[in-house]
């Protein structure tokens, strides 16, 4: 069965520019979470979907970032404009509802420069 | 508030030495989960264990074990017979359950094993 799908693997941009991360959940997960690693913050959560309604998305550093979930099989996270502290990696995660065990995807490493 | 503390930063240890990384938290909640991930350099997170706030048996795969004491808050891991591959910074994590409302996970800083042949 295939994992977390996350595309691009690695992304490299300009500030100022428009920055769209994608994922795909493992199919018949109805959880998704988007995390994000710096080595200054860590793993911290992003955004957290739950039956593709956004359900915490406190963790959203500023209106820069937004995420969507259109459908069971499909989120984006964008960045617009992105600045080079949005360096990052970037994980996204899918569980089923329960038991509380997150999957996580390969991560897309995000540079602005 | 929800908080997981790995205070070591970075442990070496020469291949075949045992090694423990160790793990506290804090919660209010009674029900909540107990999570190790490694992350190898390639960068995945990779699951190892998950534990449940009223199971506290220790649990032994291989030659990995866990020790998890609620007394003390903590949810230890202990690689036994360490190897080269086992290099990797191993992050503790802790979830609150409301079955099924928000599942967040809470992590640590992380350690980073150095494992020298």
């Known amino acids: 069965d295939a994992g977390v799908i996350q595309s691009p693997r690695h992304e490299v941009t300009e500030m100022g520019q428009e920055v769209t991360l994608r994922c795909k959940p493992i199919?018949?997960?109805?959880?998704l979470f988007w995390y994000r690693q710096t080595m200054m913050r860590g793993l911290e959560l992003l955004i957290y979907f739950n039956n593709n309604v956004p359900i915490d998305d406190s963790g959203m550093p500023e209106d820069r970032f937004s995420a969507k979930m259109p459908n069971a099989s499909f989120s984006t996270l964008k960045i617009q404009p992105s600045e080079p502290r949005d360096s990052a990696v970037y994980f996204c995660a899918s569980r089923l509802t329960s038991p509380a065990l997150q999957f996580f995807g390969p991560g897309t490493r995000l540079t602005v420069l | 508030a929800q908080k997981v503390t790995q205070a070591q930063t970075e442990i070496s240890v020469v291949e075949k030495e045992d090694v423990t990384l160790d793990c506290v938290y804090e919660?209010?909640?009674?029900?909540?989960?107990l999570f190790w991930y490694k992350q190898p350099p390639s960068g995945e997170l990779v699951f190892l264990i998950r534990r449940n706030s009223f199971d506290e048996q220790n649990e032994i795969s291989g030659r990995y074990s866990w020790n998890f004491q609620k007394s003390t808050s903590s949810f230890n891991f202990t690689i036994t017979a360490s190897q080269v591959v086992d290099s990797a910074v191993y992050f503790c994590a802790l979830s609150e359950d409301y079955g099924g409302a928000t599942n967040k996970l809470i992590f640590g800083t992380g350690t980073l094993l150095a494992v020298q042949p």
């Open positions: 199919s018949g997960h109805n959880s």
């Open positions: 919660t209010r909640d009674t029900t909540y989960y």
